[in-house]
Every structure is written in structure tokens, then in C-alpha cells.
């Protein structure tokens, strides 16, 4: 009996081309983003650069008026900052090849020890802030989606609306009041105690990340130390993300929750839990994932005013001291650090959607 073509087997060397097809566009897919990366952080470089010069020489800006005259031009001279604007832009660019990104003006620093000394702290507080943003948004937005215009949904959605529109560093501060002061249960500023402190600096080869350097001096009384400092500025800037999260899940999941593929699983007995965790979240998680990386620039930009308001040692509380001190070097240094970061994840966010979805490589 002649077998009907549509029932044939497929060829094995049909599937065998299609799956080159695929692995040679996803890598076309993840080299162009990728390449990506370069122009994106040469804009951002170029901006930074002369908005930064837009109000003079950093010299003149950070140390002007202390000075005098004769040994503010000295400095402006051995410095380069007589050049010619353009002349300045390409020294500046070939030593960023070199990776010299200049000496800090009001402390004399090299800049790439400041990122490195103070890039873990923030590094630290971003993770967890968005280990935050993840445990709170994820659940509260699949429960807005399965009880949709109930009262649970109105309480939710009222919930992350007050967390995205509450000042990160007013939201700080009333954790501030409650539980340091009013409460007295956490710590109000700082990374750890002053005893803490004393046993990192007894480290070897520390990390910057306190929670990794708490393990490795095997205490766990200075782990909790650690972890109790971290509270208050991981809710200030994680709630701000989970807002935004909250939202994010609701409409995404509420999407597929209602399409035509659920609603014949529904036809066919599947309990509600099991199309909201099966059929309806899968497919909401590319969206999400996408905006998640977007979230990383919003959350580095909030580190600023939590640092600040934590007293936590991070890039965010070192960028609001050279801003005030118009130290306009260091300020160069990690803002481009930070666009550097944030053009990263981006990119890592990129390539994980494609290999959940396909489509998005096309």
C-alpha cells in the first residue's frame, strides 16, 4: 500500500540541514549583538566625555579657587587640559585602549582601583536586591493573574504601584525609622560592623563581596553580621524591581492565560494550577526576561540614592562623593563602567531569550 507523503518519515538529512540552519543563525545572532556592544559603549564614552568638559577643564572644576592661579595652570598644563578639545578626546581614547582610565583629582587614585575596590559592594547589593525583586514580583504576579479583577489582583496591583512610585531613597529611610530606630532589630548604615571589618581585613585574598569572604573565614557569626547589614538596602532597591516585576507578570501571564491553547486545555479538565504554571508561564517568560534586563540599568541608577542613603561603600556612594567634590575623572570612570555593565547584560538577556525563543533571532 503506497504510503501518503504527509505520513512519510522525515529525512534524516532534511533535519540534519535544518539543524545547521539554526545553530549558524543563532550564532550570526549572538556575534552581531555582540558587535553591538562596541558602538553602543563608544557613544556612551563620546557622550560622557564632553559633557563632562562642557563646563570647563576637571581640573579647574574640582580644584579651582583652591588654588592659586600659577599652580592651577601648572596642573591644567602637565594634565593636558591646554589641548585642543579634540586632541584630549583621542588621548583619552587611546589611553581607554591601554585601560588607563586616569587618576582621580581630589584623592590622586588611580580610577581602575576604584572600580575595583568599591565594584564589589555594588555588584553585591545589585544581586541581591534582585534576588529580592525576583522572590516578591514572580509570586505576587502570578497571583494577580490568577485571581484577575478580584480583591487579591486590586491588592497586588495597588502594592506595586507603591513600590514603583515611592522614591528609592524615601522608601530607605521609612525602613530606616521603622526597624533601626523605632524596632532597633537592623542595622542602619554599612556593609558590616566595625568587628566584621577588622576580620576581612585579616584576609588573604579578599573578594569585596562579603557574603563570599564571610564563608571563607568560616564564621557564620560574621555571615549574619553581614546579611542582617544587607536587609534594609536590598528591600529599598529590590521592592522598586519587583514593582515594575509585579506588573510585568500580570499582563504577560493574564496574555496567555486567556489564548486559544489554554482555553483548550481548560476544555479538556486541566486544573487551573496547572495551566498557570504549565501552559500560561512559559510562554509570558520572554517578555519578562527581556524587560528584566532593562531592569538592571533602572536598578545600578537606584544604587546611587540607596548607597547614599545606606552608607553603603559601593560605586553609587563614591559616584554621589565625586560629584560633590566635581571630580569629574572618577565620575567619567564609573559611569562608563556602569554603561559598560549595563550593555553586557543586555546582551547576555539577548542571548538567553533567543535560545528560550527562536523566533527573536530573526
Known amino acids: 500500500m503506497p504510503i501518503d507523503g504527509d505520513s512519510q518519515p522525515k529525512s534524516p538529512v532534511k533535519t540534519k540541514a535544518k539543524k545547521n540552519r539554526i545553530s549558524s543563525g543563532f550564532f550570526r545572532f549572538v556575534v552581531t549583538r555582540f558587535l553591538l556592544i562596541i ?6 564614552v563620546t557622550v560622557v ?3 563632562m568638559r562642557a563646563t570647563g577643564d576637571p ?3 574640582a580644584l579651582g579657587g583652591r588654588l592659586a592661579p600659577e599652580e592651577l595652570q601648572r596642573r591644567i598644563h602637565a594634565a593636558g587640559y591646554d589641548r585642543p578639545l579634540i586632541v584630549q578626546y583621542l588621548s583619552y581614547l587611546s589611553d581607554l585602549l591601554h585601560g588607563n582610565l586616569g ?5 590622586n587614585q588611580p580610577v581602575s582601583s576604584i572600580l575595583t575596590q568599591y565594584g564589589a559592594a ?5 544581586i541581591l536586591s534582585l534576588i529580592v525583586a ?4 514572580i509570586p505576587l504576579g502570578r497571583l494577580a493573574a490568577r485571581y484577575r479583577d478580584r480583591a487579591q489582583d486590586a491588592a497586588v496591583r495597588v502594592f506595586a504601584i507603591l513600590c514603583y512610585a515611592t522614591p528609592v531613597f524615601f522608601l530607605g529611610l521609612v525602613l530606616k525609622l521603622i526597624f533601626s530606630v523605632w524596632l532597633g532589630i537592623l542595622p542602619s548604615s554599612g556593609r558590616s560592623s566595625l568587628s566584621s571589618t577588622i576580620q576581612f581585613d585579616r584576609l588573604v585574598s579578599p573578594t569585596g563581596l562579603y557574603i563570599i569572604d564571610a564563608f571563607q573565614l568560616g564564621n557564620m557569626q560574621v555571615l549574619g553580621d553581614v546579611l542582617l547589614h544587607a536587609i534594609l538596602p536590598a528591600l529599598s532597591l529590590g521592592l522598586l524591581t519587583a514593582g515594575v516585576f509585579i506588573r510585568l507578570v500580570r499582563t504577560n501571564v493574564i ?7 489554554v482555553d483548550a486545555a481548560r476544555s ?3 486544573s487551573e494550577r496547572r495551566l498557570l504554571s504549565k501552559h500560561a508561564w512559559k510562554p509570558a517568560l520572554i517578555p519578562i526576561i527581556t524587560v528584566m534586563g532593562m531592569q538592571i540599568a533602572l536598578m545600578l541608577a537606584g544604587a546611587v540614592l540607596t548607597e547614599t542613603t545606606f552608607e553603603w561603600k559601593g560605586l553609587g556612594f563614591m559616584l554621589a562623593q565625586y560629584l560633590k567634590a566635581r571630580d569629574f575623572v572618577a565620575v567619567q570612570g564609573i559611569v562608563i563602567l556602569i554603561a559598560i555593565i549595563v550593555s553586557v547584560v543586555n546582551f547576555i538577556v539577548d542571548i538567553v531569550s533567543a535560545m528560550i525563543d527562536p523566533r527573536v533571532r530573526y
Open 268 to 270: 479538556r479538565g486541566v
Open 103 to 107: 587618576t582621580t583629582l581630589t584623592d
Open 255 to 261: 496574555s496567555t492565560y486567556t489564548s486559544g491553547y
Open 49 to 51: 566625555f564632553f559633557v
Open 59 to 61: 581640573i579647574s572644576a
Open 122 to 126: 555594588t555588584l553585591e547589593l545589585s
Open 134 to 137: 525576583l522572590v516578591i514580583g
Open 39 to 44: 558602538p553602543t559603549v563608544f557613544i556612551l
